[in-house]
């Protein structure tokens, strides 16, 4: 069974940064992605960011683009993602997600995904 641990959430001013871990344990991702979605109190959860954790490719929202950068440390089975420049409008609960099966189609859809953990919350005041 995968499971997924996120750590590193908490408040910050405009403009700070954060980094995010999520650990995986139970199973290696081969070609597989892994992503970072969030969810703001009153909306749905929304993708941020992907990578394949085998080849490292990377895929990001377009409200995080050069703010944002995911990555991966395949020795430590774990998966970052360092916010800088934060705004008031990041402010939400951040998930990571993993898939189940090998290979990928759409890493930006949440239902490409099997595994989540438990969220961890950011809040950026402004």
């Known amino acids: 069974q995968v499971q997924l641990v996120e750590s590193g959430g908490g408040l910050v001013q405009a403009g700070d940064s954060l980094r995010l871990s999520c650990a995986a344990s139970g199973r290696t991702f081969g070609s597989s992605p892994m992503g970072w979605f969030r969810q703001a109190p009153g909306k749905e959860r929304e993708f941020v960011a992907a990578?394949?954790?085998?080849?490292?490719?990377?895929y990001y929202a377009d409200s995080v683009k050069d703010r944002f950068t995911i990555s991966r440390d395949k020795s430590k089975s774990t998966m970052y993602l360092q916010m800088n420049s934060l705004k008031p409008e990041d402010t939400a609960v951040y998930y990571c997600?993993?898939?189940?099966?090998?290979?990928?189609?759409?890493?930006?859809?949440?239902?490409?995904?099997?595994?989540w953990g438990q969220g961890t919350q950011v809040t950026v005041s402004s």
């Open positions: 990578i394949i954790w085998t080849g490292g490719r990377t």
């Open positions: 997600a993993a898939r189940a099966s090998l290979g990928y189609s759409r890493p930006a859809a949440a239902n490409e995904y099997d595994y």
